[in-house]
T-cell receptor
Framework: AQSVTQLGSHVSVSEGALVLLRCNYSSSVPPYLFWYVQYPNQGLQLLLKYTSAATLVKGINGFEAEFKKSETSFHLTKPSAHMSDAAEYFCAVTPSGGYQKVTFGTGTKLQVIP | DADVTQTPRNRITKTGKRIMLECSQTKGHDRMYWYRQDPGLGLRLIYYSFDVKDINKGEISDGYSVSRQAQAKFSLSLESAIPNQTALYFC?????????????FGPGTRLLVL
């Protein structure tokens, strides 16, 4: 069995401040991990994914995430928030890379304050 | 033009009615998926199809059925809609032939069952 926990359903940051969205996972086998972004009235868009290669994964729009096995974490960060980053972010895990087995987190809504 | 399209984008129906949500893709992908999204619950898989002749139930298939009319089309039906099927529905595609399989989401269909 696998699961994903996103800490904080809502996060607010000031424009230009660090963005940190937290994700912890559990998986009985080495996982593949994903971060998606969802803008209002749109579908999910892949930000980045970890597939057992480099533990620090760089994605689109200046986001990155670090896989920490000892902490079972895959937190998403961006050094400087932009107004356009306001959206909902989902962490997801799959044990095998097959999307039919993906478990999604409950999402974190990011608000960027001018 | 969008690669994954969903029709309708919004739908209001009454309890007991049969409705169909449609998904079309121009990406040429074999794999297609239907998810529902509920506030605070993330995305949950309803059905998935690996090709026209291969359809599988997901986590929450009760009350739903699907049809894969062609590689490019995957429809979701609610035979007798009930209020707790009110949700945002997403179609997605992926192609395992790619070196790094990525999932692509449609824009979603917002369904309200009265």
């Amino acid at each position: 069995a696998q699961s994903v926990t996103q800490l904080g359903s809502h996060v607010s940051v000031s424009e230009g401040a660090l963005v940190l969205l937290r994700c912890n996972y559990s998986s009985s086998v080495p996982p593949y991990l994903f971060w998606y972004v969802q803008y209002p009235n749109q579908g999910l868009q892949l930000l980045l994914k970890y597939t057992s290669a480099a533990t620090l994964v760089k994605g689109i729009n200046g986001f990155e995430a670090e896989f920490k096995k000892s902490e079972t974490s895959f937190h998403l960060t961006k050094p400087s928030a932009h107004m356009s980053d306001a959206a909902e972010y989902f962490c997801a895990v799959t044990p095998s890379g097959g999307y039919q087995k993906v478990t999604f987190g409950t999402g974190t809504k990011l608000q960027v304050i001018p | 033009d969008a690669d994954v399209t969903q029709t309708p984008r919004n739908r209001i129906t009454k309890t007991g009615k049969r409705i169909m949500l449609e998904c079309s893709q121009t990406k040429g992908h074999d794999r297609m998926y239907w998810y529902r999204q509920d506030p605070g619950l993330g995305l949950r898989l309803i059905y998935y199809s690996f090709d026209v002749k291969d359809i599988n139930k997901g986590e929450i298939s009760d009350g739903y059925s699907v049809s894969r009319q062609a590689q490019a089309k995957f429809s979701l039906s609610l035979e007798s809609a009930i209020p707790n099927q009110t949700a945002l529905y997403f179609c997605a595609t992926s192609d395992p032939g790619l070196a790094e399989e990525t999932q692509y989401f449609g824009p979603g269909t917002r369904l309200l069952v009265l």
